[in-house]
């Protein structure tokens, strides 16, 4: 029956001679497809529909979905064909980075660590936003999977990103909101990110909780810390203890 109504929708499309119409069709036959696995096909009819602004705005959200689903089915070169479609910066570097963590799922390390170094590039070349500092943090955590050379370099990013960030000075409830609108899903990155960067190196990831201005961002990237090494020390007891033979 679903695949009568894709179908139906498709040859609808194609003969509508109202623009919007036509763009509506496209659409939700991109989404019928996508919720039905037909992953380039839903990339074809999403690709194929308007240009205008609001119909950009859903084809780059959509985008970023079929790579994150495309990531899911193992299917890389598709995945590799949707991400050069993404516009938005940092929107693109999170889509290679899902690439990346791919490419080293499947043994590929050289197209991983190479996805990652070009979406580092984007990410670098970025404003200095809340959303910058939030991808620098989550690349941290893929870097330290993928690569750990990369590690120190992506940090010094991270706390670089975190010190540059300017809130205002919370002199009324309104800034106040705003404030913390902001800051909590950057408070939410810098958790996980500080937790993983232990794994990597515990004095070091400490070293750079103290690089870390702001008050309130250190205390967080302390508390990560301080998670990955309680979590370090308790994998540690968990394994089987080596049996000393008597001579």
């Not at 899911?72 to 598709?78: S, Y």
């Not at 290679?96 to 984007?122: G, I, P, T």
């Not at 070349?125 to 910058?132: I, L, M, Q, R």
Request: no cysteine.
């Amino acid at each position: 029956q679903s695949e009568d109504t894709l179908s139906q929708m498709i040859t609808e499309a194609n003969s509508a001679t109202s623009p919007s119409l036509k763009n509506d069709l496209l659409i939700q036959a991109a989404q019928l497809a996508f919720t039905k696995g037909k992953l380039q096909l839903s990339f074809d009819l999403a690709m194929s529909a308007s240009s205008d602004e609001n119909s950009k705005t859903w084809q780059q959200q959509f985008l970023s979905e079929l790579v994150r689903r495309a990531v899911e089915t193992k299917d890389a070169k598709l995945g590799l064909a949707i991400v050069l479609k993404i516009e938005m910066p940092l929107s693109r570097a999170e889509a290679m980075q899902r690439l990346a963590l791919l490419f080293f799922n499947l043994k590929d390390l050289w197209k991983a660590r190479e996805l990652l170094v070009e979406s580092l590039k984007l990410i670098r070349a970025s404003d200095n936003t809340p959303e910058k500092a939030i991808a620098f943090l989550k690349s941290l955590r893929v870097v330290a999977r993928v690569d750990q050379a990369m590690v120190p370099d992506v940090a010094e990013d991270s706390i670089k990103a975190l010190n540059s960030l300017q809130f205002e000075t919370a002199t009324k409830k309104a800034q106040t909101e705003t404030t913390r609108t902001a800051l909590m899903p950057v408070v939410w990155n810098i958790i996980p990110s500080f937790e993983a960067l232990v794994q990597w190196n515990e004095l070091g990831a400490l070293n750079f909780v103290d690089k870390i201005q702001k008050v309130e961002l250190r205390t967080v990237a302390g508390f990560g810390a301080a998670k990955g090494i309680l979590t370090t020390a308790k994998a540690k007891q968990a394994l089987p203890k080596k049996r000393t033979t008597k001579s």
